[in-house]
C-alpha cells in the first residue's frame, strides 16, 4: 500500500496512454423502428440517414429537414410523438491487427439517453438505462477486421415506464404534467427514469423527450494493465504545507511486480522530482496509494479571496513485458468547509475556503440546450466568463438538468467560480423504495463524483432539488397519507434512504473532503424543509406569490440559494423565434415561448409591471419594462442579503442562462445577449457596494465590503431633484473592516426630502474609495409609475473611435432612469447598458461591433422610463 500527498485535488478517471483508445463518432446513420406505431405517420423517417454523435434524435431529424426547428414558432405540439418512439441508430468500423489482438477490448458509452439495447455484431451486449451513468462493456472475442456493426436501439421512457406507473395502486407526484396527450397528466413517468427532467418540460423549457448517444463513445484496447481510476485525495491542506494521498485503480492482467511513479507541476510550471515505489500487482482492480508532501503549498481560492492555483499531477505505471499506463489530472488545493454555528435564532449556512467565510454571489444554472450534446466549449466559457464579469464567485448547477462535462468544471477553476453541484434529481418524489431505482442511483452517483472529484471548483454535493420541500410543504405527503399512510410512510423512508444515506455515502468514499447537503432547500432532514433560520431557502412568495417586490427586504434567511423574477429577452433574440406579427402579450406563438402557467405566464409579469411601472405602452415596451422590473427586484433582494451578512451568507438569483429563446428568469438569453439584469448584478455584486434600502418610508444604509483587507472609504449622499437641482448633501468617513457588512445610518423620508416633492426628487447614495466612486444607490420616494420622471432627459449621444473599438458617450440634462442601449439590426455590445444617469452626467462606454461608425450610429436606439427616441 502506498499514500501519496501532494496537493489538494480531487481526481477524474483519465485516460492510460498504454491502451489504444479508438472514437467512435463517424459514419452513424439512424432511423425510426419500421415496426413503431409511430411509423405509419412519420415514414419518411424510416429510412436510414446520416446521424451526428454525439447527438440526439430531435437534431438529426432536423438536420434532414423531417422537423421544423423546435426552437422558431410554435411546433412543440407536433414533435411530441419523437419522445413516443424507438429509435436505431448504427454505424460500421475496421479494426487494425494492434487493436485486434489485444487481450483487452472495452466499449466504453459516456451517455446513453436512456433505454438502449446495444448490439455488437448481432449480439445484445448491453442494455442500458440511465442516461448519466458510464458504460463499459468488455467484447474482447466479439470483434473482427472489417465491417464490424454497432448498433444501438433506444426505447421511448415513456412508453417503456407508463405500463409500471399505471399499475402502481397511488401515484407519487411527479413534475409538469404534459399538455399534448403523449402521457396522462395523472400517470407522470419522469421521476421514475434516470433522464434529464427539463427533457419532460419546465415551466422555463419546452417538452421534446429526446434519445440518442448524446456523449463520447469510444473502444479501448489494452495488454497487461491500464489505470482506471486516478485521485489525489486531500488529507490535510494548510499555508505550510499540503498532505496527500495519490489514489491509483489499476487494473492488471496477471500478478506482478511493477513501478509506480508521481510527479507533479505547479502553478509556476515547475515540476517535481518524481516519486517512486516498487508495487506488486494481482489479477483484477486494486488500488494503488502513495503519500505526497507539498511544502508551502499555492492554495485554489473563490475569485477575489486569492489565486486559482492549479496543479497539474500525473501517475505512470510500468509493469512487465513493456506494459505501461499512465493518466494525469489538473487540480487545485483548497479546505472546504460548510461552517453551520449555532445562535439564538438557529443555525448559521456558510462557506469556508481555506478557513476563509466567503460570502456566496452568483446565480443558479440550468441546462444550456434542450440537447446539450450540441452546446460548444466556447458557449459554456462565455457563459462563466460572463457570471465571472458580473462578480459572481457560485454557481449552483441545479438538479433538474443533467452532470455538466469537464469543460463547464474546467473553467470554473480557472476562473474561481465555485460549484453547488445537484445530483440530478430534480422535483415530485423518487422511488426510493424500489432496490433496483436505488442502486441504479447509487451507480450513477459513484460516476459522476469520481469524474468530478478532481475540480476545485465543487465546494457542495446536494442530493436533489425541493424534494424534501415538495413533500413536506406542498401537500404531497398528506395526500398520499390521506390514500394510503403505510405507503406514505414507504415511499419516505425510500426518500430517506437514497437522500440520508446513500448519496451522502458515496460523497463520503469518493469525495470526502467535499460536504454533503441532502436537499435544497432543507435543513438536512432535520425539521423544517424551507426555513429562514436553518439550512438554505428557496423564497418565491415574491413572483410565484405573487407578493410585491418590496417583501423581499422581510425575508432573511441563512442562505438564499433560490429568488427571481422573470422577464423577456431583448428583441433581437425574439425575432429569431417569433415572428413580429405574432409578438404580442397575448399572441398564440408568444405564449408558446412563455411556460409559466402553461403559457399565461405574461399576466403574471403584467401584475408586477403594472404595480411598478405602470401600463406598457406596446409590446416592445412590455418587454422592456419585463427587464426593468426584473433588475431592480432582483438587485433589492441580493444587496438585502448582503447587507444582512454574517446572518445571510449567500444570494443566488435564479437563474443565469436560459434553455432556449422565451421568457424566463435568466439573466443571459439563449444567445448569450445580456439581459438588464445581469448589467445590475455585476453593480451589486461588486466587492464594494453601498446597499440603500428603503422600507416603511425609512431608508437604511449599509457599506458591503467582501475584501479581505481593511478598506479606508467613504460615503456621500446627495437628494437632488429629477431637473439636477440638488436640495442637501451630507458624507462621512471610515474604514471598512474585512467580509463586513457595515450599517452607516438610517434615515426617514422626512428628514432626506426637507419639504421637497416626493415624486421628483431622488437620494443618490455612494460609496468611494480614493475619491472615486465605486458603488452608487439611487433611492426613490415611491413606485416608477407614481414619479414625474422627465419624458425627455435630454440625452446627447457622441461617438468616437478607439483602436478595434467605438466609443459611445452619452449626457444626460435631466434624470434618466434605467436607460436602455439597444442597435437595431445591429449585433453590437456597449460596455454597460441598463443605467441610471443623473442630471449633467456623462458616460463613455466602449462598444464592439461588427460594423461601421454610421450603420451604428444609424442603428443606436434609446429608451428609459417614460419614454424611448433613435
Known amino acids: 500500500m502506498l499514500a501519496l500527498a501532494a496537493a489538494a485535488l480531487l481526481s477524474a478517471p483519465l485516460r492510460a496512454a498504454g491502451p489504444q483508445v479508438r472514437e467512435l463518432h463517424a459514419g452513424w446513420s439512424f432511423r425510426l423502428a419500421p415496426g413503431d406505431p409511430q411509423a405509419a405517420a412519420h415514414a419518411a423517417a424510416t429510412q436510414w440517414r446520416a446521424a451526428t454523435v454525439p447527438g440526439h434524435v430531435h437534431i438529426d431529424l432536423l438536420a434532414h429537414g423531417l422537423i421544423p426547428d423546435p426552437y422558431v414558432g410554435a411546433p412543440e405540439a407536433q414533435l411530441q410523438w419523437i419522445g413516443l418512439a424507438q429509435w436505431e441508430y448504427r454505424t460500421r468500423f475496421d479494426l487494425d491487427a494492434a487493436a485486434l489482438h489485444r487481450r483487452h477490448a472495452d466499449l466504453v458509452f459516456e451517455g446513453l439517453d436512456t433505454f438502449a439495447d446495444v448490439w455488437l455484431n448481432g449480439e445484445r451486449v448491453l442494455a442500458a438505462d440511465n442516461a448519466f451513468r458510464t458504460w463499459r462493456v468488455p467484447v474482447a472475442g466479439k470483434l473482427r477486421a472489417h465491417g464490424n456493426e454497432l448498433r444501438i436501439v433506444f426505447h421511448s421512457p415513456i412508453r417503456r415506464m407508463l405500463p409500471r406507473v399505471q399499475a402502481m395502486p397511488h401515484r407519487i407526484a411527479g413534475n409538469y404534467p404534459s399538455p399534448y396527450g403523449d402521457e396522462p397528466k395523472d400517470a407522470m413517468t419522469a421521476n421514475f427514469v434516470r433522464k434529464p427532467g427539463y427533457h419532460y418540460g419546465w415551466d422555463w423549457g419546452p417538452r421534446y423527450v429526446t434519445a440518442g448517444v448524446w456523449r463520447a463513445v469510444r473502444l479501448e484496447s489494452w495488454d497487461g494493465l491500464r489505470i482506471a481510476d486516478f485521485h489525489v485525495r486531500q488529507r490535510r491542506i494548510e499555508a505550510d504545507v499540503a498532505e496527500l494521498a495519490a489514489e ?392 438585502h442579503h448582503r447587507a444582512s451578512r454574517p446572518r445571510t451568507m449567500g444570494s443566488l438569483y435564479w437563474q443565469l442562462n436560459d434553455v432556449w429563446p422565451g421568457a424566463s428568469w435568466s439573466s443571459i438569453d439563449w444567445y448569450g445577449r445580456w439581459k438588464a439584469l445581469h448589467f445590475h448584478a455585476r453593480r451589486f455584486f461588486a466587492p464594494l457596494a453601498a446597499a440603500a434600502l428603503r422600507k416603511d418610508g425609512r431608508t437604511a444604509l449599509t457599506l458591503v465590503s467582501d475584501r479581505a483587507e481593511p478598506v479606508r472609504a467613504e460615503w456621500t449622499l446627495r437628494v437632488l431633484d429629477f431637473e439636477g437641482r440638488e436640495h442637501h448633501a451630507g458624507r462621512g468617513a471610515l474604514t471598512l473592516a474585512p467580509l463586513s457588512a457595515t450599517p452607516v445610518g438610517e434615515w426617514r423620508d422626512a428628514e432626506l426630502l426637507r419639504g421637497a416633492d416626493p415624486a421628483r426628487t431622488a437620494a443618490v447614495f455612494e460609496l468611494r474609495v480614493g475619491g472615486a466612486p465605486v458603488s452608487r444607490r439611487v433611492v426613490y420616494f415611491g413606485p416608477a409609475k407614481a414619479l414625474a420622471l422627465p419624458r425627455d432627459p435630454g440625452i446627447r449621444a457622441l461617438w468616437r473611435r478607439d483602436g478595434d473599438a467605438f466609443v459611445l458617450s452619452l449626457r444626460a440634462q435631466r434624470l434618466a432612469r434605467a436607460l436602455w442601449i439597444d442597435f437595431d439590426g445591429v449585433e453590437a455590445r456597449p460596455a454597460d447598458n441598463a443605467l441610471t444617469l443623473l442630471p449633467g452626467e456623462t458616460v463613455e462606454l466602449r462598444v464592439r461591433a461588427d460594423a461601421d461608425l454610421e450603420r451604428l450610429r444609424a442603428a443606436l436606439r434609446l429608451r428609459w422610463l417614460r419614454g424611448a427616441v433613435p
Open 248 to 639: 491509483v485503480e489499476v487494473e492488471a492482467d496477471a500478478a506482478g511486480r511493477a513501478t509506480l511513479a508521481i510527479d507533479w507541476m505547479d502553478p509556476a510550471g515547475r515540476r517535481a522530482r518524481p516519486l517512486r515505489e516498487t508495487v506488486s500487482l494481482h489479477p483484477g482492480l486494486q488500488t494503488l496509494t502513495l503519500p505526497v508532501r507539498i511544502e508551502r503549498p499555492r492554495r485554489w481560492y473563490p475569485a477575489g479571496y486569492g489565486e486559482q492555483a492549479l496543479y497539474t499531477f500525473r501517475a505512470r505505471l510500468d509493469g512487465a513485458g513493456g506494459a505501461h499506463a499512465q493518466a494525469r489530472q489538473r487540480t487545485g488545493l483548497r479546505r472546504v468547509e460548510l461552517r453551520r454555528p449555532l445562535d439564538r435564532r438557529g443555525q448559521g449556512f456558510a462557506f469556508a475556503i481555506n478557513g476563509i467565510e466567503v460570502f456566496a454571489k452568483g446565480a443558479n444554472v440550468i441546462p444550456f440546450d434542450m440537447f446539450p450534446a450540441r452546446v460548444s466549449d466556447a458557449t459554456l466559457r462565455r457563459a462563466l466568463e460572463d457570471a465571472r464579469a458580473a462578480n459572481m464567485n457560485m454557481l449552483r448547477n441545479w438538479g433538474g438538468g443533467y452532470y455538466e462535462r469537464d469543460a463547464f468544471f474546467d473553467v470554473a477553476d480557472e476562473l474561481g467560480l465555485m460549484v453547488w453541484q445537484d445530483f440530478m434529481y430534480g422535483g415530485g418524489m423518487q422511488p426510493g423504495f424500489d432496490p433496483a431505482f436505488r442502486a441504479n442511483a447509487v451507480a450513477e452517483a459513484r460516476d459522476q463524483v469520481r469524474r468530478l472529484r478532481r475540480h476545485p471548483s465543487i465546494v457542495l454535493w446536494c442530493g436533489n432539488n425541493e424534494e424534501e420541500t415538495a413533500w413536506k410543504d406542498w401537500g404531497h405527503r398528506h395526500r398520499l397519507a390521506e390514500a394510503d399512510p403505510a405507503f406514505a410512510r414507504t415511499v419516505w423512508d425510500g426518500y430517506v434512504q437514497l437522500f440520508g444515506r446513500d448519496l451522502r455515502d458515496v460523497v463520503a468514499r469518493e469525495a470526502g473532503d467535499v460536504p454533503y447537503w441532502s436537499s435544497s432547500p432543507s435543513n438536512d432532514l432535520d425539521g423544517k424543509a424551507n426555513d429562514s433560520d436553518r439550512g438554505d431557502k428557496h423564497y418565491w412568495e415574491v413572483w410565484a406569490g405573487s407578493k410585491p417586490v418590496e417583501a423581499y427586504l422581510d425575508e432573511t434567511p441563512r442562505f438564499m440559494s433560490e429568488f427571481g423574477l422573470q422577464a423577456w429577452p431583448v428583441r433581437a433574440t425574439l425575432d429569431a423565434a417569433i415572428p413580429r406579427a405574432e409578438q404580442g402579450i397575448d399572441a398564440p406563438v408568444t405564449r408558446a415561448h412563455q411556460k409559466f402557467m402553461a403559457g399565461a405566464g405574461n399576466e403574471r409579469l403584467l401584475h408586477y409591471i403594472r404595480a411598478g411601472y405602470g401600463e406598457p405602452a406596446d409590446f416592445a415596451d412590455f418587454v422592456y419594462l419585463s427587464q426593468v422590473m426584473q433588475a431592480e427586484g432582483v438587485e433589492l433582494a441580493a444587496l
